[in-house]
């Protein structure tokens, strides 16, 4: 089994302080190779055109049976063909949602001393960071972030949450509590939608006290050479579902669809949805997590949100037995998530590689 580092193979550097150098060429550890380069991509002007789907959340409340089971089929459709989608009409405040991103922008733009007092380590990975993964050598992404836990309640220390801006312990707290009653509210509709009890998900992922949510808040700088470079690199989320706070105004976000990268165009105060690969694994592929990286641009930074929303820790993890028969075998073998974050948090993102070389083990 993979350990963790205790430390990172070179020494940090924080993309912010690079881009705010005023540099007209990005480092060589920022170039990735020619196949990967976003301008490489193959994106018909007709595909590019299209938006992923998007939920309202406000008709599961209607009286009216078929509004509900009409939305509920959509959310079918986005979870098998996109594994991506938008909700709006969610009840989460916008104002909250508003404050969430700009304590973040405040604390990003905070000198770099008070910064680095939270830098991170790939122990836990808990912290201020600049990179995933810990293979010396490695292409590194184009993006800052700060990495921390929310749920279960043990593992929430806010002392390890930046002290500044001073509203910023309050307002995620906050942030975190409604965005996780919503991941709930998702995981029911996906637990309904496979004919499974609507607490399916939740329970095997630990239940509402113990599921695992952690936040990260990313950061990506403008880049004086966004054609030779990426802001994530591409990757499904290793955990069960994520729930992304884009930017409003600046676009970033690309999803794969067979061979092409879409742009997700952020539908303003929605929500963007994305399966990961546990929810693949406990759906027995009915669910697929789905590729996704970000583009950066040399016009202006962009702050986002994502809450990882996930089994607890040391539960394993394996094909739902109501969805493993003969002619579907169990695609997974069973495996808890702490062992299976361990890949990503070493080796950094790399497409959908982990789940599946899974598939061929079991
Ligand atoms: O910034 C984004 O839009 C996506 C971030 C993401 O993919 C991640 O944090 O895993």
Redesign the pocket.
């Known amino acids: 089994m993979m350990s963790c580092a205790q430390a990172w193979p070179e020494p940090v550097v924080r993309v912010q302080a690079l881009a705010e150098s005023g540099l007209s060429s990005i480092p060589s550890c920022y170039i990735k190779p020619r196949s990967q380069r976003p301008t490489k991509t193959i994106c018909s002007p007709q595909n590019h055109q299209i938006d992923i789907p998007v939920i309202d959340l406000e008709h599961f409340s209607s009286k009216d049976h078929i509004l509900r089971e009409k939305e509920l089929k959509r959310v079918s459709e986005a979870c098998r063909e996109w594994g991506f989608f938008q909700v709006v009409n969610h009840g989460i405040s916008h104002e909250l949602m508003k404050s969430a991103k700009e304590v973040w922008r405040e604390f990003f733009n905070l000198p770099l001393d008070v910064k680095e007092e939270h830098a991170n380590s790939p122990t836990t990975y808990e912290g201020y960071g600049s990179r995933l993964g810990v293979k010396k050598g490695a292409i590194l992404d184009w993006s800052d972030y700060f990495f921390l836990h929310y749920m279960p309640p043990s593992l929430r220390n806010q002392t390890k949450w930046p002290a500044l801006p001073s509203s910023l312990r309050k307002v995620i707290s906050e942030y975190g509590e409604e965005v996780v009653k919503l991941g709930g509210r998702i995981l029911e509709l996906m637990s309904i939608n496979l004919g499974l009890e609507e607490n399916f998900l939740l329970n095997k992922f630990g239940g509402e006290d113990d599921i695992g949510a952690c936040l990260?808040v990313?950061f990506y700088p403008k880049c004086p050479q966004p054609d030779l470079t990426l802001g994530?690199s591409p990757h499904s989320?290793p955990g069960g579902m994520?729930i992304?706070l884009?930017d409003d105004f600046v676009a970033?976000?690309q999803v794969r669809k067979g061979n092409e990268w879409i742009t997700i165009k952020p539908i303003p105060n929605a929500f963007i949805i994305n399966i990961g690969d546990q929810i693949q694994v406990l759906s027995n592929a009915i669910y697929k997590s789905v590729e996704?990286r970000?583009i950066v641009n040399s016009i202006k930074d962009r702050v986002?949100l994502?809450m990882f929303y996930n089994p607890k820790s040391d539960l394993l993890i394996e094909p739902a037995k109501e969805l493993v028969t003969k002619e579907r075998p169990a695609l997974y073998p069973p495996m808890t998530y702490d062992e299976y974050r361990l890949y990503i948090r070493m080796k950094g993102p790399c497409g959908k590689v982990q789940v599946e070389s899974l598939a061929t083990k079991s």
């Open positions: 990260r990313n994530i989320d994520t992304l884009p970033g976000l996704h970000v986002s994502a």
